[in-house]
C-alpha cells in the first residue's frame, strides 16, 4: 500500500539510500528491526504446537561452584575463605538439590522447577580446548569446532549447520536470535531472523514503514527486492505478535527473554531461540551470599520464573538450556574474585525435562581431580547437552549429528535429559 503524498526523494535522504554502501548498512539495520527473512507461509496456525530449543547464553564465563554449590567438599571450603557458600541447612545456605549439591539461595523461584522435575542440571560442562580466552572460548562454542582443529572455529556455526540440516522439510528460517546482531552460532547459509525487544520495533513509524514500500515496490534491483520483503515481513511479525500479552516479571536485563517467550506464543516458525544475558565475568567483588554475583543470579532466577509463567501450556514444548564460555576458577583470588575457568554446569528446563536430577560425572575438587591444578575439570562436552535436544526434541535426523557436530561422537549412553514423547503432556 502506498503512502499518500509519499515523497522518494524525501525518504531517500531520511535513510541516506543513495549509494550500495548505504543501502547495505541500511537493509542489516532494517532486518534486524524486522526480523528480517521471516516467510508467512513458515509460520504456524495460532493453536499450533512446535518443538523449541532456547539457547541462554550467559556470556562473561559463569561460576558455576556458586551456582550449584558442592558443599559436601571439604576443598570447596579451603580455597574459597571468603566467597564459599554456606552448606544447605545453615543461615543463608544452599537449596538442597543432591547428595552434598545445594542450588545458589538467590535462585529460589528456580528451584521451584526442580523440585517438580522440569529442571535438571548437568554436572562439569564445557570445552576441553576451548582455553581461557572469552574471544576464543566464544568462537569455538558457537562454531563447534572439532577438537582436532586446535583452537580453530569453523566458519559456520553449529544452529546453521542444524538448520541446513533440515532445509527441505519446510521453508523459512528456524534460527531467532533476540540479539540487534546474529551470534556466531547462527553464522552460515540459512536465513536467520533477529529481533530487537517487542517495544523497540512496536513503535517504529508505520507512515515512515509505507514510505519505503512505495519507494521500493516493484523495484528491480536485489538491494530493493529485499527491502520490500522485510518491510513485508515486519508487518507480518507485528500482526503476528500483537496480540501476545505477557504478564510475567523480568529484570531489566531479561527483556530479551521476555521476546523469546513472545516469539514462541505467536508461532512464528522459531526452532532455535538465542537469547543472550551477561555480566557474569566475576573477576572482582564476587560476593557469596551476597554480592555482585548473588544479584546477577537472583535476576536471572526472577526471568527464567517468568518466563515459564509467561509460556503456560507453551512450556510443554519449549527447552531452554544455559551455556557459557568456561567456569571460574576454584580458589578465589585477591580481589574477592574467581578468574578464568574450564567447566561450568548446564540448566535444562522445560516442559519435555526429566528433571529433579543432577546428571552428568562430577570430577570432584581435590589437587589431582582439577584441570591444570586449578579448575573444575570437564567431563561433559557441552555437544553431549545439545544433542539428544536436537534429535529427540527437534526431531534432527541423528546421522545429522555428524554435520551439525563435526568430529564429535556422543559415545556410550547419551545424557538422559528429556522424558520419552508419548509420556509428556499433551495440552494446549
Given amino acids: 500500500m502506498a503512502l499518500a503524498g509519499a515523497n522518494r526523494a524525501t525518504v531517500r535522504r531520511g535513510t541516506g539510500l543513495g549509494g550500495g554502501t548505504s543501502r547495505r548498512v541500511f537493509l542489516r ?35 558455576g561452584l556458586s551456582l550449584v554449590v558442592p558443599y559436601g567438599e571439604d576443598d570447596y571450603y579451603r580455597a574459597r575463605p571468603q566467597l564459599a557458600l554456606p552448606p544447605a541447612g545453615k543461615a543463608g545456605g544452599a537449596l538442597p538439590l543432591d547428595s552434598g549439591f545445594g542450588l545458589h539461595p538467590k535462585l529460589e523461584p528456580l528451584y521451584a522447577s526442580f523440585l517438580d522435575e522440569h529442571l535438571a542440571i548437568v554436572h562439569a560442562v564445557g570445552g576441553k580446548h576451548f582455553g581461557r580466552s572469552h574471544f576464543r572460548a566464544r568462537q569455538l562454542m558457537h562454531s563447534a569446532a572439532p577438537a582436532a582443529r586446535h583452537g580453530t572455529a569453523l566458519a559456520s556455526g553449529w544452529a546453521n549447520r ?57 523495484a528491480a534491483d536485489p538491494f530493493a527486492r529485499a527491502a520490500e520483503t522485510a518491510l513485508a515481513q515486519a508487518a507480518f511479525v507485528r500482526q503476528r505478535t500483537q496480540g501476545v500479552r505477557l504478564r510475567g516479571h523480568y529484570s531489566r536485563a531479561g527483556r530479551s527473554l521476555r521476546e523469546a517467550a513472545r516469539l514462541i506464543l505467536a508461532n512464528v516458525g522459531a526452532e532455535i531461540v ?17 554480592g555482585s554475583l548473588a544479584r546477577r543470579l537472583s535476576a536471572l532466577a526472577q526471568d527464567l520464573a517468568a518466563f515459564r509463567g509467561d509460556l503456560g501450556h507453551a512450556f510443554d514444548d519449549v527447552v531452554l538450556v544455559t551455556m557459557t564460555e568456561f567456569g571460574r576458577t576454584l580458589h578465589e583470588n585477591g580481589a574477592g574474585g574467581t578468574d578464568h575457568g574450564s567447566a561450568c554446569c548446564s540448566l535444562v528446563l522445560g516442559g519435555p525435562v526429566r528433571g529433579g536430577r543432577l546428571l552428568g560425572s562430577w570430577p570432584g575438587l581435590s589437587p589431582a581431580a582439577l584441570c591444570e591444578g586449578r579448575d573444575l575439570a570437564v ?40 522424558a520419552p514423547a508419548a509420556s509428556r503432556p499433551s495440552g494446549g
Avoid at 536470535?177 to 513503535?203: D, I, Y
Avoid at 567431563?379 to 563435526?406: K, N, Q, S
Wanted: with cysteine; aromatic share 8%; glycine share 10%.
Fill in 29 to 63: 539495520a532494517l532486518s534486524g528491526a524486522a526480523l528480517a527473512l521471516l516467510h508467512p507461509a513458515r509460520a504456524a496456525a495460532k493453536d499450533e504446537r512446535r518443538p523449541v530449543l532456547v539457547c541462554l547464553n550467559l556470556a562473561g564465563g559463569l561460576d
Fill in 274 to 290: 538465542w537469547v543472550e544475558l551477561d555480566g557474569f565475568d566475576s573477576h572482582r567483588s564476587q560476593g557469596s551470599v551476597g
Fill in 379 to 418: 567431563t561433559t562436552d557441552y555437544r553431549a547437552v545439545l544433542a539428544p535436544i536436537l534429535t529427540e526434541h527437534l526431531g534432527l535426523a541423528a546421522p545429522d549429528l555428524a554435520h551439525v557436530f563435526p568430529g564429535f561422537s556422543v559415545g556410550g549412553a547419551p545424557l538422559d535429559l528429556l
Fill in 162 to 218: 542444524y538448520a541446513q540440516a533440515r532445509a527441505g522439510i519446510a521453508s523459512g528460517p528456524r534460527l531467532y536470535s533476540t540479539l540487534a546482531e546474529r551470534p556466531a552460532a547462527f553464522a552460515g547459509a540459512e536465513p536467520v531472523a533477529l529481533s530487537n525487544t517487542h517495544e523497540s520495533w512496536r513503535k517504529t513509524d508505520d507512515d515512515y514503514l509505507r514510505a519505503l514500500h512505495d519507494l521500493y515496490e516493484g
